[in-house]
């Protein structure tokens, strides 16, 4: 046997998660507002709550109406913000501190090498270093920082305040003019920027020491270096209106960082509950065995080919005539060793991803309820699913704890294995524990529903490949002969018993007590009845247990599967379970377990003996407590009719699957990561404090994701994305977050009107980096006109220039930016927003250099040094080290580059500073040489602009500051000083501002990607969700704990692949093959379930080979259909279209020909959803049982209808009548009919040229 298939014709599952997930999101999100938002507010209440807000620009998201104090206006955010933000407000303090220590150490070493020092220098000194050691050790060491942090800072300020005021004043003091001004600078830089106070204090504080600072210093007699009055105050302003911004800036980015975080964190904690509530989706549909293989580490679903070779099968040509499976085989094993090596062509039909696994040692169990259609007859859908969900609640509580593995219900039937797909020893005895206490437990059913069933349950043990077969409605299943064996256990048992093959009771090692059974296909066959008298008494040591261990047991009802210590050992039965005098047993429990004390383990049966003796004397203590504990488990579970809410019961952090479900569907909605959602606040406190503080410490600590030193990521995609977003990222990622909650909220226009009411958080840090930049270089550049009046032309043109550039820049740049616009997109990238930024904060440089003073300027007649020429050299000095704090302006730049910037600037004034000290010198040693009469007269007039030097009365009339020493403009080593701390300050500050921004964008980044992958884990959950439940029964159960529902004129399929084991063999491979060959064709037949014209058809499960689906089971989407009985016509072409579906299939095939039997009735159904551990829908009633009869009773090709259905559809079909045959529960039989093709149309099937009859 060989296939083929186009190349073009591939369909993987992994194209079909995506697609199902994509068509889920938007009915998902389309469903209703109150089940997606956390907060239960309409997006349009929200919409309303933001349009009565007052209309103001705020700092930030939920900011406050104060501007001079940036806080949030919700107390609980700002009191979490606070605890988290308080670790990285401590640490710039404590650099503060060290920074002041360090200029301390640095003026006190000056003192002791260029001046005289005193004690009082020392004392001084030594006492500042102290009390802010002091200070550092109590924010190191003392919790009550926190709580006394204000009184801390300002005793902080007033020491630093007083102590610099104290050496302007003095007479004697050390520090020359441009020292004072520049330490006054970095006293208001270091209120504004590590003294942790609100920013109204800041502005006070450091307003009032300016103005003492302009008053004293002016205004002290020994300060004989005096320049324009007024001046030194419009320098400060500068420096005020840097401070503001930067601390107005620093806290936007923490703030904004914050809620970033803050989001990451809830979208964690979400993607966590998710990711439960996803694996739970997996283990409904396979074991976790199985589904960890499929997992990758992304945790995206797949699933993989057995082997890379076997995915492609050539094909030749298709022959007449079919030959044995066997000759299939081998053109299966020939077609893997001589074309594994080969490139595909047209001629190859490639398999979709396929997991199948051999397990050999496995015990399957199929149990069938006796008297279920008699039960079912009279119950209606609510009351029927929520018997059988009670039911198999037991029986999924007795499969955990006998460590079976639940495969399937078919109906009334319900089967699971033990050795797979985890192999033990001890599977058949698992298989029996779990038959007899199955027998046990329908027992106590009977007896608290008032009920009259019973248990037919078959064991066999043998081999079988386990996996999944389709893309739709796929589940964990096995395949064998020796399944079907089992089956076959079951269906000729004994209601009541325990029916096994020989092969299982070769594993039993005698401990059970056998009946011979019926011979079966030259097997033999027992009966379990009971337990050897060893293996009871050994078994029932394990039951004296504490009441204590019992009653917690029962609280947390966990199954032993989940529970690694429950586990089933070969010499016990069973574990520690509730003992039989637990008062919290009902009356059958008590009833079933009052005399099992007295069992003696071997039974015998007794012809009417009482039936509750006898199913406790076969199944004993051990079974009788084993179904205690199911019934107890169903009974604190309510016996709800959905097992949904329960099925998370192993989920402990999600407190049931109902609330999973709720959260899963809650979080379908991006909103609930809004942080103008009323519940953000509260729900991040909460998270908060179950945090352990990681949360804080994941806000400030960023040396895992920082390289410490150059502050690049260390993630190089991060980087990337930092770069090529660099212009304003948070605030196009707000952006960004409306687009996605437009796109994932159910309705859409609300959401953009409620976000067109929103405030535009329009404060851009790059707008007014810019216009800071510009009023500093206005101020500095009046302030140097005014001074210098008349300035000089090349001055004027500078300035005029400058000026022209900043208007083009803020109009063509910054304004739209405020506006969230671009118009030069190239300016924002990583190197022309650096470039210009560095052009912009070294315009107060220009100013300075078109105003520099080198000290040649001399008196009109001989070398007499101009003494006025020191006012321009002061004012000189104050702008550029202006100049140099102001590169600490545009916090979104690199720290180096700015700081490298600063450090030109800064070498440039020592170097001019130099020089000017160095042509003063020029000039003093040339008077000495006139008046010694060793210099040229001449060459010093050209030098000196053709000065006289007739007259040497100035020789001995120089200013002394002109000299250089210390306590002057001019000492070079103390200018150094200042510089020095300027450059360590500035370098400083731009390090903690680009890191703030960058973990800014970097909690940004986290943000979006958790949302994502939470986002894409829900998808995932939605798409594993739908496939185990369909989308109109999802829907429900949002608003639900339960699902059932009965259906008028439902019409169900089944399509049965008659000639299948004809051609499965298990000779190679165990049949994995052939299993891939099913695969296809049921993978095929699900495709038709994407075409549009099937909307109404329903994947119910495959059973084997056999297909089963039905429609008109979504009520809502019925009635939007135009004819009544669109869905009877669509599941009846769906009938024809799998006919063609397998014709095709059968093209590519080689030496063989499915052929297909398909039944179809219509009638009432009831569906559901049982289940506890793995979920399932399905359908029952009579109508399902009726077509299950069409197909088994059918002809080959054909489609066999009942009499009502043909009535049904003969408007559109035309059918010929079959036969009146019997049918299996339905008295006098009924007649047949097989559809012939459509009304008008030629015949779509042949006539059968033999029934079968």
């Known amino acids: 046997m060989r296939l083929r298939r186009a190349d073009a014709d591939m369909h993987h599952p992994d194209d079909d998660l995506e697609e199902a997930a994509g068509m889920l999101d938007h009915e998902a999100h389309n469903a209703g507002n109150l089940a997606n938002g956390s907060s239960g507010h309409t997006l349009a209440e929200q919409a309303r709550a933001h349009s009565t807000s007052p209309r103001r620009i705020p700092l930030f998201e939920r900011a406050s109406a104060r501007w001079w104090n940036p806080q949030f206006a919700s107390a609980t955010l700002e009191s979490q913000y606070w605890k988290c933000s308080f670790p990285l407000l401590r640490d710039r303090f404590r650099s503060g501190l060290i920074y002041i220590m360090f200029a301390c150490c640095l003026w006190l070493t000056y003192v002791c090498v260029f001046d005289k020092p005193t004690i009082t220098h020392f004392t001084v000194a030594i006492a500042l270093i102290v009390i802010c050691s002091a200070i550092m050790w109590f924010t190191l060491c003392s919790v009550h920082y926190q709580r006394f942090y204000m009184p801390t800072s300002f005793l902080c300020i007033f020491l630093i305040c007083l102590l610099t005021f104290l050496i302007f004043t003095s007479t004697n003091s050390f520090m020359g003019p441009v020292a004072m001004m520049t330490t006054g600078i970095q006293v208001v830089l270091l209120i504004y920027t590590v003294i942790p106070l609100p920013l109204y204090l800041c502005m ?110 050539t094909s030749n040509a298709t022959t007449a005539g079919r030959s044995s499976a066997a000759e299939s085989t081998a053109g299966i094993i020939n077609n893997q060793q001589n074309n594994h090596n080969e490139i595909p062509d047209r001629g190859v039909r490639k398999f979709r991803p396929f997991t199948m696994n ?80 199955m027998i046990v437990a329908i027992r106590q059913f009977d007896m608290d529903r008032g009920q009259n069933v019973n248990m037919r349950v078959g064991i066999h043990t043998g081999k079988v490949m386990c996996g999944m077969v389709g893309t739709k409605r796929f589940k964990f299943d096995v395949f064998s002969n020796d399944v079907n064996l089992a089956n076959e256990m079951e269906s000729t048992g004994v209601a009541g018993r325990v029916h096994i093959s020989e092969a299982t009771a070769s594993y039993l090692d005698n401990q059970y007590v056998l009946e011979d059974g019926p011979m079966h296909k030259d097997m033999k066959t027992y009966f379990i009845a009971g337990r050897s008298k060893e293996f009871e008494s050994v078994s029932n040591q394990m039951l004296n247990i504490s009441d204590s261990e019992s009653s917690r047991e029962h609280t947390e009802a966990v199954i032993v599967s989940s529970n690694p210590q429950m586990s089933f050992r070969k ?109 953000f606040d509260q729900r991040l406190a909460t998270l908060m404090q179950g945090n352990d503080g990681s949360f804080a410490r994941g806000f400030w600590m960023h040396q895992d994701s920082l390289n410490p030193w150059t502050l690049n990521f260390i993630e190089p995609e991060i980087e990337d994305e930092y770069r090529a977003h660099f212009g304003d990222s948070y605030e196009k990622q707000d952006a960004q977050d409306e687009s996605l909650i437009a796109r994932h909220t159910q309705l859409a226009l609300q959401t953009n009107r409620a976000i067109a009411r929103r405030p535009r958080y329009r404060y851009s840090g790059v707008f007014i980096d810019m216009v800071v930049s510009g009023l500093i270089f206005i101020v500095l550049a009046t302030v140097m006109c005014v001074a210098l009046f008349p300035p000089n ?120 500073t130099w020089m000017c000290q160095h042509n003063l010198d020029e000039i003093n040693n040339h008077n000495i040489q006139i008046a010694n009469g060793t210099v040229n007269v001449t060459d010093m007039s050209l030098l000196f602009n053709n000065a006289s030097f007739s007259n040497e009365a100035c020789l001995h009339a120089q200013p002394h500051w002109s000299a250089g020493g210390i306590h002057t403009p001019l000492f070079f080593w103390e200018l150094f000083l200042d510089v020095l701390l300027a450059v360590v300050l500035v370098a400083f500050l731009n390090y903690q501002f680009e890191t703030s921004f960058r973990m800014s964008f970097f909690g940004d980044v986290q943000a979006r990607r958790d949302t994502l992958k939470m986002q894409s884990v829900r998808d995932q959950a939605d798409w594993l969700l739908t496939n185990i439940i369909p989308q109109h029964a999802v829907e429900s159960l949002k608003t639900n704990t339960k699902y059932s529902e009965n259906h008028a004129q439902t019409a169900v399929l089944f399509a049965s692949i008659t000639n299948w084991n004809e051609m ?190």
């Open 358 to 437: 051999l397990m050999t040692d496995v015990s399957i169990l199929f149990a069938d309820i006796a008297g279920f259609t008699k039960m079912s007859s009279n119950k209606s859908a609510d009351e029927l699913v929520n018997l059988l969900n009670d039911l198999f609640g037991r029986f999924d509580y007795l499969c955990g704890r006998c460590n079976l593995e639940k495969i399937s219900t078919l109906g009334d039937c319900y089967y699971c294995v033990a050795g797979c797909p985890e192999p033990r020893p001890d599977h058949a005895k698992c298989c029996v524990e779990m038959g007899l206490a």
């Open 1064 to 1253: 499965y063999e298990e000779n190679f491979e165990g049949g994995r093959e052939f299993l891939r060959v099913l695969n296809e064709v049921i993978a095929d037949f699900d495709d038709l379930l994407e075409k549009p014209e099937f909307s109404h058809v329903e994947k119910i499960k495959t059973i084997g080979a056999t297909y089963m689906a039905a429609s008109g089971l979504n009520p809502s989407r019925r009635r939007l259909a135009l004819h009544p009985y669109e869905h009877l016509y669509q599941l009846i072409e769906f009938a024809i279209a799998l006919q063609g579906t397998l014709d095709i299939f059968n093209q590519d095939l080689l030496n063989f020909d499915f052929v297909c039997k398909l039944g179809l009735n219509i009638g009432p159904v009831t569906a559901g959803v049982i289940g506890t551990t793995k979920l399932y829908y399905d359908i029952w009633g009579d109508t399902v049982n009726i077509a299950s009869r069409m197909y088994s009773t059918g002809v080959e090709t054909r489609i066999q209808v009942s009499q009502y259905t043909r009535d049904l559809l003969i408007d559109r079909y035309d059918f010929e009548y079959r036969d009146h045959i019997e049918v299996k529960g339905v008295d006098g039989g009924m007649d047949t009919y097989l559809l012939v093709g459509r009304k008008g149309e030629p015949p779509l099937f042949p006539k059968p040229k033999d029934d079968g009859f």
């Open 571 to 679: 010499s016990q039965s069973m574990v520690a379970i509730l003992p039989a005098n637990d008062p919290r047993k009902s009356a059958s429990l008590q009833a079933l377990t009052g005399n099992s004390g007295n069992n003696t383990g071997v039974v015998t049966p007794v012809i009417g003996i009482d039936r509750a003796a006898w199913v406790d004397n076969i199944g004993g203590k051990i079974s009788a407590d084993l179904a205690n504990g199911s019934s107890t488990n169903n009974s604190g579970r309510g016996s709800r009719s959905s097992g949904l809410q329960d099925a998370g019961s192993d989920i402990h952090s999600v407190g049931g699957l109902d609330t999973a479900i709720s959260h899963h569907h809650n979080a379908a909605s991006l909103t609930r990561f809004d942080t103008e959602n009323r519940d």
């Open 793 to 912: 032309v090349y001055y004027i043109i500078y300035v005029a220039t400058c000026t022209l550039f900043l208007i083009i820049v803020l109009l063509l740049i910054g304004l739209p930016l405020l506006i969230r616009k671009t118009i030069l997109p190239c300016v924002h990238a990583w190197a022309p927003r650096h470039i210009l930024g560095c052009v912009m904060i070294g315009l107060p440089f220009g100013v300075a250099l078109f105003n520099i003073s080198i000290c040649t300027k001399t008196e009109a007649e001989g070398l007499c040094i101009y003494a006025e020429q020191i006012t321009d050299r002061l004012l000189y000095s104050y702008v550029m080290l202006v100049a140099v704090y102001a590169h600490c302006n545009f916090s979104q730049l690199g720290a180096w580059p700015k700081t490298g910037q600063g450090i030109v600037v800064a070498l440039i004034f020592l170097a001019t």
């Open 204 to 313: 006070l504080i450091a307003g009032i020491y300016s103005l003492l600072f302009e008053l004293l210093v002016t205004s002290n007699k020994n300060n004989e270096f005096i320049i324009v009055p007024g001046v030194k105050m419009a320098l400060h302003i500068c420096v005020h209106l840097l401070g503001t911004h930067l601390f107005i800036l620093t806290q936007v980015r923490q703030r904004k960082t914050f809620l970033k975080v803050g989001q990451s964190l809830i979208a964690r904690k979400d993607l966590e509950l998710e990711t439960q509530f996803k694996d739970h989706m997996i283990q409904s549909v396979m074991p976790k065995k199985v589904a960890d293989e499929l997992l990758k580490e992304n945790s995206e679903l797949r699933r993989p080919s057995a082997s890379n070779e076997s995915n492609c099968r």
